[in-house]
């Protein structure tokens, strides 16, 4: 199984490889992708620092794969972009960003993702900072 990880914190990555230390195998392929805004410096760092928790994160995995995209315009087409050039089964998100103020339900980039996708998406919970 291919499983693309689409992350922009810690928080996100650390909720999503939870979901994924159950599942994963060795057998496995994780691709962990971050979208950060190029003209934001701070964002580009928590999207790079997201990415180094991936491998320490999923180590019995068979491959874990990291990549930052930089897009200002639309993190969703990036994410899409990346599952359909990577040939991956499954797609994993959070609803939103965690943060600690965070309404319910999904942010607009999860919402794209699953009106527009045409591999399953998972929304994995995120836990309240």
């Known amino acids: 199984m291919h499983y693309l990880v689409g992350t922009t914190s810690v928080h996100t990555t650390a909720a999503i490889c ?10 496995d392929t994780v691709t962990v992708v971050a979208v950060a805004p190029t003209d934001d410096a701070t964002a580009r760092r928590d999207a790079q620092e997201a990415l180094n928790v991936a491998p320490v994160r999923l180590a019995t995995v ?9 897009d200002d315009d639309d993190p969703s ?3 899409l972009e990346e599952a359909a ?4 089964d499954e797609l994993l998100i959070t609803p939103r ?4 103020d965070a309404s319910s339900g999904v942010g607009t980039t999860a919402r794209a993702l699953l009106e527009e996708s045409s591999l ?10």
Not at 18 to 27: H, K, S
Not at 97 to 100: I, L, R, S
């Open 18 to 27: 939870d979901y994924l230390d159950e599942r994963a195998t060795t057998d």
């Open 62 to 70: 068979g491959e874990v794969r990291t990549a930052l995209r930089e």
């Open 77 to 79: 087409a990036a994410l």
């Open 85 to 88: 050039t990577a040939e991956v």
């Open 97 to 100: 960003e965690v943060t600690g």
């Open 120 to 129: 399953p998406v998972v929304v994995v919970p995120a836990s309240e900072l």
